[in-house]
């Protein structure tokens, strides 16, 4: 499985590339909003974790890129940003899914296994 993972903070990147890989994902790391974009744009991944507030753009601005360009790739938001709004916003731009930082790495695991269950036509 090919994850691409947008997300800033060093130690937050390192830690759940670390344990994406021990799961057998191979993770594809962007750190800025014009990297993620384009990654996402040119390569095709089992699913999309995406941090909202990054540097040269929001995560929000990436998503709705990719959804306007029919990207079907899945996107499962991680942001700090836990109002209502926020989250209503990035389930109506077509996130998957949102989870509010900080979280518990087996719940991640576990939605990220739930996206891709949805995908692959079962629940």
């Known amino acids: 499985m090919r994850v691409l993972l947008v997300e800033d903070d060093e130690m937050i990147g390192a830690g759940l590339a670390t344990a994406l890989r021990r799961e057998g994902a191979s993770v ?3 750190r ?3 990297d993620g974009a384009e990654a ?3 390569c095709d991944y089992a699913i999309a974790l995406v941090d909202l507030g990054l540097p040269g753009g929001d995560g929000l601005d990436l998503l709705r890129a990719a959804r306007v360009a029919g990207r079907p790739t899945p ?3 991680l942001t700090a940003r836990d109002g209502i709004d926020d989250r209503v ?3 109506e731009l077509g996130a998957d899914d ?3 930082k900080p979280f518990e790495y087996r719940e991640l695991s576990a939605r990220i296994r739930a ?3 949805r995908r692959a036509g079962s629940a």
């Open 32 to 34: 800025t909003a014009p």
């Open 89 to 91: 916003a990035g389930l």
């Open 75 to 77: 996107v499962l938001v």
């Open 98 to 100: 949102y989870l509010v």
């Open 115 to 117: 996206i891709l269950r």
């Open 28 to 30: 594809d790391w962007a």
């Open 40 to 42: 996402l744009a040119t």
